[in-house]
């Protein structure tokens, strides 16, 4: 029912930046919870960022300094501005949203981020 579409993945060198955008389908919905997750090879899928929609963060403490996440109410979106990114930041990144009115998680498909020499 609700679909989350990703945007902004690619291949960055060591220092450089990446903006990661996602955006909820429709605007009627009322989105709890969003955030950023991501998975490197051979790891787990590990929480990046999280933002309520009063708009506390949270980040994990590798990103911390370094990653902002942000939210647009009206617009159903959630951002991850990504800055001095470095070689371990290299995972497929996942967008995830909670809907207030079914009380589900949905997920992007997922988008890759590469940060290499």
């Known amino acids: 029912q609700v679909q989350l579409v990703e945007s902004g993945g690619g291949l960055v060198q060591p220092g450089g930046s990446l903006r990661l955008s996602c955006a909820a389908s429709?605007?009627?919905?009322?989105?709890?919870?969003m955030g950023w997750y991501r998975q490197a090879p051979g790891k787990q899928r590990e929480l990046v960022a999280t933002?309520?929609?009063?708009?506390?963060?949270n980040y994990t403490d590798s990103v911390k300094g370094r990653f902002t996440i942000s939210r647009d109410n009206r617009k159903n979106t959630v951002s991850l501005q990504m800055n001095s990114l470095k070689p371990e930041d290299t995972a497929v990144y996942y967008c995830?949203?909670?809907?207030?009115?079914?009380?589900?998680?949905?997920w992007g498909q997922g988008t890759q981020v590469t940060v290499s020499s």
């Open positions: 933002i309520t929609s009063g708009g506390t963060t």
């Open positions: 429709g605007s009627i919905f009322i989105m709890l919870n």
């Open positions: 995830n949203a909670k809907c207030l009115r079914t009380m589900t998680d949905y």
